[in-house]
């Protein structure tokens, strides 16, 4: 079995880092989307309706919501997976102590 060690502050640091990322995706996303809108908006006809649906369904449930919760999901999951190795470590630490 290897060897594990989790350094609680540079996992805090990413943890942080990595929430941060997921905000900047959904406004980022949101821009993407309001550009693409906004190359289409003189445009007439069903293609123009074709785009807009297209855009505002399928392309913002990604951009905006679908990957940015991704990313959320991989910084809750390493925030998790510290909690568990502190309460762990600490259960551990206990059990030697004989409390």
């Known amino acids: 079995m290897a060897d594990c060690r989790i350094v609680k502050a540079s996992v805090d640091a990413a943890v942080e880092e990595i929430a941060s990322i997921s905000g900047s995706y959904a406004t980022d996303g949101q ?3 309001d550009a693409l809108t906004s190359a289409i908006s003189a445009m007439e006809g069903d293609t123009k309706d074709a785009l ?8 913002n449930s990604f951009v905006v919501e679908s990957l940015p919760s991704a990313v959320q999901g991989m910084s809750d999951l390493l925030k998790g997976n510290r909690e568990n190795f502190e309460q762990v470590d600490d259960q551990i ?3 030697i102590a004989g409390g």
């Open 93 to 95: 630490a206990q059990s």
């Open 31 to 33: 821009a993407f989307i």
């Open 52 to 59: 807009q649906k297209f855009f505002t369904t399928d392309v």
